[in-house]
């Protein structure tokens, strides 16, 4: 058994113990500074919980002191002192930070680490990653590589056509910060919100539009060889114009405590959601000019009794697969590891990654559409 430390305790963070503990294959343990959610978690004989606050530089070296390795579930603020700590221990570091500044400490960090690191393992960055590198595998000369994801309410009631599912803070940050894009094979930055497009699958209607982090690291992977490549995020229609109101016309993309209060009070969590993956290839192959696409939705589901929200389930399990492939010795263990080094079937098949398989998907006409 390995021991690990997952650091967060919240939905995702939580979700991440349960799936790891479950196996028989990790002792976890899970830290964070509040005591009243590591309360709620049902602890046993390969969970425990461990109250510390993160900022404690010592306290954080003697948890990871001796473990195999660290996932981290923090909000993005405090990725660099986990990445340092890890770094220190000797310990493999795991995160699902969507920060492209956070992101590149990380890979200053595992330039001197002895072990791996491997941040944005989550959705998008993550798996959104691995499947645009493997469709874009398949191509002698590439076009544009378009990316799309949403973690959507399933029966929306507001005006937002929102509720949230995940991490305020990333929800925000995403939607303030610059986002990086190819366009005619410059690599270039573009502001969040803009670019809204509109698009159909299985008969519902949906928008999307910039949003950082997105990509990973697919815009350095993939510069001087693609045309054009963005990621935006999928909501419902309306739901753009109404966060451009707040962020910029009421300028509170400059007070983000504030603006996080009110959708906090406003806008109540769900379990009931659907994530969206939608991820479009084109290029030329053997001469001729194809595109390639991978569709999927994924839904809220019991896992072990409980209800687990379908963002929960595929953040949870890409970091939870790619921890197995990294301990089964199917990841290079030491150094920056970038999402779309990691094989796209080698995930799928993985215990974990199988629950992107909630849905069969099937090839058809060189495209990978879900049924």
Request: glycine letters at 8%; a negative charge; proline letters at 3%.
């Amino acid at each position: 058994m390995e021991d690990v430390v997952v650091i967060g305790s919240g939905k995702i963070g939580s979700t991440m113990a349960r799936l790891l503990a479950d196996t028989g294959d990790y002792n976890v343990t899970v830290v964070d500074r509040s005591a009243e959610q590591l309360a709620e978690i049902q602890t046993g004989s390969a969970l425990s919980t461990a109250n510390l606050d993160i900022a404690d530089e010592a306290a954080l070296a003697a948890q990871l002191s001796g473990k195999f390795a660290v996932l981290n579930a923090a909000p993005f603020l405090l990725t660099v002192a986990i990445a340092t700590a890890a770094a220190k221990a000797g310990v493999h570091y795991l995160d699902l930070t969507e920060d492209l500044e956070s992101t590149r400490q990380v890979k200053r960090i595992a330039k001197t680490a002895k072990t791996a690191f491997i941040p944005q393992c989550g959705l998008a960055p993550g798996f959104i990653s691995i499947v645009a590198s493997d469709l874009a595998g398949k191509f002698d000369n590439l076009d544009s590589v378009r990316l799309r994801v949403g973690a959507l309410p399933r029966f929306p009631s507001n005006a937002l056509n929102y509720n949230f599912t995940w991490n305020t803070d990333g929800v925000i940050n995403e939607y303030i910060q610059p986002c990086e894009a190819v366009v005619n094979g410059e690599l270039v930055e573009v502001p969040a919100l803009e670019e809204r497009e509109e698009f159909s699958l299985d008969g519902a209607t949906y928008e999307a539009f910039n949003t950082s982090g997105g990509l990973g690291t697919l815009c350095e992977t993939l510069k001087g060889k693609v045309n054009t490549l963005n990621y935006r995020t999928i909501r419902y229609p309306g739901h753009a114009a109404i966060m451009k109101a707040l962020l910029h016309d009421l300028k509170l993309r400059d007070r983000r405590d504030v603006l996080k209060d009110i959708l906090e009070h406003a806008l109540p969590t769900t379990l009931q959601d659907v994530v969206i993956v939608f991820v479009t290839v084109a290029g030329r192959r053997n001469g001729r000019l194809i595109q390639e696409t991978y569709a999927n939705k994924i839904y809220n589901t019991q896992i072990d009794g409980r209800i687990t929200s379908a963002i929960q389930i595929t953040t949870a399990s890409s970091i939870c697969s790619v921890l197995d492939l990294l301990a089964g010795g199917s990841i290079p263990a030491q150094g920056f590891i970038r999402q779309e080094d990691i094989p796209l079937d080698a995930f799928l098949q993985n215990r974990f990654g199988a629950y992107y398989r909630q849905r069969d998907t099937v090839k058809s006409h060189g495209a990978t559409v879900a049924t």
